[in-house]
């Protein structure tokens, strides 16, 4: 034991002025989606998310429920979690649903305004099971309003897979 340094079993911070800027994203929002399974129009659907804060304010736990459809994903669910790691100074979050059975994870970070993240990750391609990077960026409107947009390259070239309406319920 003589060789562990003390600093590296210090408690962090619970929570810092960066948590706070995830205070946009709390509460009950009605979303639509579009999502673009190749090319041509989207399909569209709309749900709702939830947001909380959760262990003690260190993360954001999401919770989005579907509106039944006659798509693909007639039931959907996803839950998620996002927050900041005082450690890394880096935003992290992670989904998963029951349109898949892979865990996503992306770090990134938010711009000065703290209106706009960019957060990126890789996750196996669906198809093909190749390593493919993702990137997300979600940008507040207001109080009320925010989207997200994400981005998938699987070597070819980036394109939009999703867009995310959200407004306050």
């Not at 034991?1 to 911070?13: L, N, Q, S, V």
């Not at 509106?67 to 039931?75: V, Y």
């Not at 839950?79 to 790691?85: D, E, K, S, T, V």
């Given at each position: ?13 619970a ?51 579907g ?9 959907f ?10 450690v890394?100074?880096?935003f ?78």
């Open positions: 034991m003589g060789d562990t340094d003390p600093a590296a079993t210090e408690p962090a911070p929570t810092t002025p960066e948590h706070d800027k995830l205070k946009p994203f709390e509460g009950k929002f009605r979303s639509e989606v579009k999502m673009w399974m190749g090319p041509g129009e989207p399909m569209i659907s709309t749900g709702t998310m939830v947001s909380e804060f959760d262990l003690g304010g260190r993360f954001l736990r999401q919770t989005y429920t509106d039944p459809n006659e798509g693909p994903f007639p039931s669910e996803g839950r998620g979690y996002w927050g900041y790691n005082n890394s100074k880096r992290e979050g992670f989904w998963i649903d029951n349109a898949s059975t892979m865990m996503q994870t992306e770090t990134g970070e938010v711009d000065d305004s703290g209106k706009t993240w960019t957060m990126v990750g890789e996750m196996p391609n669906p198809k093909t099971g190749k390593t493919m990077s993702k990137r997300s960026v979600i940008t507040v409107e207001d109080d009320d309003h925010h989207t997200m947009e994400m981005y998938f390259d699987s070597g070819e070239g980036e394109v939009k897979a999703m867009e995310i309406n959200y407004e306050r319920a």
